[in-house]
């Protein structure tokens, strides 16, 4: 419109946004949120992390004086009995590292399922296990996370220890000792897809509820439902346990009473049954109850009190060493079990149930090794002479035994072999049985074995060595040594080293926390 020489225009409409930048908005926010949310994941994580590593080194820490306290009790002039047993255990580290196996077939045979857990791919070609890559077939004598060590210690012990269990209706009776059979190792956890009563239980006490499977235990998929082991078949799932068993005589009339005056039930001798010679302690223990529907088994974990002495037990065990018993096993036969726990305790709570907790030492311990030193051999002691070090001949020379690496000497550790160093090469300069180091003597011929090494891995020049697919270590091995009353004489160890490590079961630790500990003996 025109008023004379003035134009007048209409105002222009406000410009909408057009789709293409209404989706680049969009796209924009949504690029922006997935940045903050790794930002907020990686902080996460990072914080996840540095609690499950606090968590771990607390725990060991907190390890480290009781381990030192027992040890420091323990009895090495003429003990009953001074036992290590180590073996290795193949397992995965966590579900995490069950699921991203590429050939794990939980339906496979045991001995199919324990090599594909020991494989893996390390060259990224989808294939596991193949012999002509080194490492993707792992050693039995490799520690890792697919192979662990779950050794078991075991000694009596002098000194203060209040009893932790108690008659029904009692939680802890108010009694204690000044001697105890300790006992170190992975612990047996109950499998509740196997309750008493029904078709997976195998002829299961109703006083037992359910049973239990050692660490790494494969699950049994033949049984209808199956028998899964989902709480100790990952390492990271596993517990290290604690048992202390307090030794009490009983009186004239078998009783042993708390401080006020109460009978207590103990893990008792039955004198009746010649097959329980070493009942107070053995496998076949059983406690005190008169009926014997009643009587728990010692490796339930029920009571923390034996009816023997130190003393007692080690003449118990001459006698079954002896004729008529002839126990030249008693190492194998009688000490070979696991304790059982159940680290939450079944509700309602009750004496039994909380009996049960006990046991529960280091939770998420996936290695568990314990090694040993001590005067084993006749070493040339003279730092002047060019053969300084060597081994002459098997017997003590009044020096703990030890090699020399780069001119310094170091503590020789004996045990089942494990590389210490770190190249994978397991010989003498490593953990290896003492067996190894006494054949290796220049001038007196060496027996094979010391009279204390009960079971011994088949001997390797290199044991961590896997050629052709076969390690030269095989899996399954064992090495046990056994100080009783049949080694009177032979020396003893005179330091005990453990290393554990403690994992996290959700895998918030890239790996799990190693502490190694190294306890002089009295």
């Not at 009587?295 to 008529?324: E, K």
């Amino acid at each position: 419109m025109n008023r004379g020489c003035e134009t007048i225009r209409s105002a222009a409409r406000p410009r909408a946004f057009t789709l293409v930048e209404l989706m680049v908005a969009i796209a924009l926010v949504l690029i922006l949120l997935v940045g903050i949310n790794q930002v907020f994941k990686m902080t996460t994580d990072t914080v996840g992390a540095g609690q499950a590593i606090n968590a771990a080194s607390r725990d060991l820490r907190g390890a480290q004086s009781v381990f030192f306290n027992d040890l420091h009790g323990a009895v090495t002039s003429n003990p009953p009995v001074f036992m290590i047993r180590s073996q290795q255990t193949p397992a995965f580290r966590n579900q995490a590292d069950q699921l991203g196996d590429r050939d794990y077939n939980q339906t496979d045979t045991y001995a199919n399922r324990i090599a594909q857990i020991l494989s893996i791919d390390l060259d990224n070609d989808g294939t596991e296990g193949e012999v002509g890559v080194p490492g993707e077939i792992i050693s039995p004598a490799i520690y890792n996370d697919r192979n662990h060590r779950t050794d078991m210690l075991m000694f009596f012990a002098r000194g203060y220890y209040p009893r932790q269990t108690g008659n029904d209706g009692t939680f802890a009776a108010n009694m204690s000792s000044n001697e105890a059979w300790i006992w170190y190792g992975h612990v047996k956890r109950p499998d509740f897809s196997s309750p008493a009563g029904s078709t997976n239980a195998d002829a299961l006490n109703p006083l037992q509820g359910y049973e239990s499977r050692t660490p790494g235990e494969l699950p049994d998929f033949s049984k209808v439902p199956p028998d899964r082991n989902d709480d100790n078949f990952h390492a990271a799932n596993w517990i290290l346990g604690r048992v202390v068993t307090l030794l009490r005589q009983p009186d004239g009339s078998d009783n042993i009473y708390d401080l006020y005056g109460n009978s207590q039930v103990y893990l008792k001798h039955w004198t009746s049954d010649p097959a329980t010679v070493l009942s107070p302690l053995s496998i076949n223990s059983v406690s005190s109850e008169s009926a014997a529907s009643d009587r728990y088994n010692v490796a339930w974990s029920r009571y923390d009190l034996a009816g023997t002495t130190i003393d007692d037990f080690r003449q118990r065990l001459v006698t079954a060493i002896d004729p008529p018993y002839n126990l030249t096993d008693w190492w194998n036969t009688r000490f070979s079990f696991r304790y059982q726990c159940n680290i939450i305790p079944a509700r309602p709570l009750s004496s039994q149930s909380i009996a049960r907790t006990v046991p529960a030492f280091l939770p998420s311990c996936s290695q568990f090794i314990v090694e040993y030193a001590g005067d084993f051999l006749t070493q040339e002691n003279d730092p002047t002479n060019t053969n300084y070090g060597q081994v002459k001949s098997a017997g003590s020379d009044g020096k703990i035994d030890y090699f020399i690496s780069n001119g310094v000497a170091q503590t020789r550790w004996y045990g089942l072999p494990r590389d210490i160093n770190g190249d994978g090469v397991i010989n003498l300069l490593d953990v290896v049985p003492l067996r190894d180091v006494r054949n290796s003597a220049t001038t007196v011929p060496a027996p094979v074995y010391a009279p204390f090494e009960r079971a011994i891995p088949t001997y390797a020049a290199n044991y961590a060595l896997v050629s052709g697919g076969v390690p030269a270590m095989p899996d399954g091995s064992q090495y046990i040594v056994a100080w009783g009353p049949d080694t009177a004489g032979e020396p003893m160890p005179r330091m005990i080293r453990i290393v554990a490590t403690v994992d996290d079961p959700a895998g918030r630790m890239a790996s799990g926390q190693t502490m190694e500990y190294v306890i002089d003996l009295p």
